[in-house]
RNA sequence: GGAGAGGUGGCCGAGCCGGUCGAAGGCAGCCGCCUGCUAAGCGGUUAUAGGGGUAACACCUUAUCCAGGGUUCGAAUCCCUGCCUCUCCGCCA
């Protein structure tokens, strides 16, 4: 969320900023309830000063055996008043709410602005892709003659988009689960397993809900969400509290599970293991102060390239452009590794600086040393990685024309093998 | 699921027969004084957010004692609902 009076105080500015995102959003409106609320505001916090040097009086006059009848009287009508006013200005105030839950964040001025990921830029590559001398294979035709991916019984047992992993296929997703972890712990990440449902408070306060409600899973009775990223509930871990500034950075790791609808995404993807309801994935999470944030990001985004590195895929690094990113985010580099069987870049990681527009709606805050008042932290976080879509690279970048596959020599102590047959 | 107890400022902890309570006291923190070996002692001070105000402070004001409603001229204090925590019983991975 933005800052409502940063907002009132820079119009033209945020104006500008959010019309490189094309988001069509009319800050008239806003302007208008604002207006209208600080008029009110004003009258009814008036109105409760009299109230307040009244009542007291009135006590002074009890116990004094006094007759307060006709000031009770009076601030019967003045208490009726306040009420009317409060009920309007609620109704304001809900409104610039609902408002400002819908307005995406201000990209930052490094963003190249464009409308689409053919607007994105690309910032480096790494690796150069493996020269095949035989017809390299999509991951689905790797795995599903070694058995160790099958689609067709996950569809059974819950529908499509859902995989059935066997032997080394489910020995991978714990390995390169493993490999991760250790590599971001041994970072200075703490490492996290958080809830995998959550509240309605959390998906609002990184930025899932309101407005996107319908990619979610959602449990009834009592109300929960499934988390579609670690995300949301490691960067709820801070909500509505103030740090102390020597705690930050504060570097969170999690592997969680990932649930996602997928609604809108019919026909993309249909095959394979690219865009599944349920994967696994490490994230990143980072809380700063805000001039440390852009540095964090370059950081955090190393951190995710390492991984691929010891890997030996070779990837990729997007800077997204204004139409192509986040509604939360100011700035998103996606990671894109090499898939020969596609012959093609494709996501494996975002990493993101969210400014103080999360901390924000979550109300993270804190305090600097000997300042007064408090501050929004700045949240970041990325993928490191999307464990299902590292398998895809690892199937298809160390594939062996005869259906092999090697096992890149990071993951062999966490495999126990070097080679799938 | 059943029966109780409780949620107060950075922490501990009073208040809870409604008014003088943003809230005693203690601890921790900060400033100053005294003493000057560690320690102790004395005085003062220390929340957050919104609105107004200022060149910037100061200052004025509103709200906040888990959250949301209600009663009342007035609520931390009374009533209702929800959430959370703890203890005991039952059940269970």
Redesign the pocket.
């Known amino acids: 969320m933005l800052d409502p009076?940063f907002v009132r105080e820079n119009m033209d500015a945020v104006k500008a900023a959010l019309e490189k995102r094309a988001a069509g959003i009319d800050l008239s409106v806003f302007r208008a309830l604002e207006d209208q609320r600080?008029v009110l505001?004003?009258e009814s916090?008036d109105l409760?000063?009299k109230?307040?040097?009244?009542?007291?009086e009135?006590?002074r006059l009890?116990r004094e055996k006094q007759d307060a009848d006709g000031l009770?009287k009076e601030?019967?009508g003045?208490?009726d008043r306040i009420g009317e006013i409060d009920e309007i200005l609620?109704g304001i105030e809900d409104k610039t709410r609902l408002f400002m839950l819908n307005v995406p964040n201000i990209p930052n001025a490094a963003v190249p602005v464009g409308k689409d990921e053919t607007c994105n830029l690309e910032v480096r590559k790494w690796g150069t892709p493996r020269a095949f001398d035989f017809e390299p294979l999509n991951h689905w035709d790797i795995a599903e003659p070694l058995g160790i991916i099958d689609f067709e019984t996950g569809a059974k047992i819950a529908g499509a988009r859902f995989t059935l992993m066997k032997g080394a296929g489910a020995r991978f997703e714990r390995a390169l689960m493993n490999f991760m972890l250790d590599l971001n712990t041994s970072k200075g990440y703490t490492e996290v397993f958080p809830p995998l449902l959550v509240n309605r408070e959390s998906m609002t306060g990184t930025g899932q809900l309101p407005k996107f409600e319908m990619d979610l899973f959602r449990v009834m009775d009592?109300e929960l969400y499934l988390i579609p990223t670690a995300e949301v509930p490691v960067t709820n871990i801070h909500r509505g509290e103030?740090l102390r500034e020597d705690q930050l950075p504060i570097c969170y790791t999690a592997y969680t599970p990932c649930f996602r609808r997928e609604a809108g995404s019919y026909g993309k993807d249909v095959r394979g293991l690219i865009r599944q309801h349920q994967f696994n994935k490490v994230e990143l999470v980072k809380f700063c102060r805000p001039e440390d944030s852009e540095n964090e990001l370059e950081k955090l985004t190393a951190d995710a390239e390492d991984i691929l590195q010891k890997l030996g895929l070779p990837y990729r690094v997007v800077l997204l452009c204004t139409g192509d990113m986040g509604f939360s985010s100011a700035m998103t580099y996606d990671i894109e590794v090499w898939l020969p069987g596609q012959q093609l870049y494709r996501e494996i990681s975002s990493c993101s600086n969210f400014g103080d527009f999360q901390a924000r709606r979550a109300d993270i805050?804190f305090?600097r040393e000997g300042k007064?008042?408090?501050e929004f932290v700045h949240t970041l976080n990325g993928s490191a990685l999307a464990i299902g879509r590292t398998l895809v690279a690892v199937l298809e970048n160390y594939q062996m024309q005869d259906g092999s596959v090697i096992v890149p020599d990071v993951l062999q102590k966490y495999m126990g093998c070097d080679i799938v047959k």
């Open positions: 009076k600080l505001l004003r916090e409760r000063n109230r307040n040097v009244v009542s007291t009135i006590g009890k009770m601030m019967k003045v208490a609620k009592p103030i805050r305090k007064k008042g408090t």
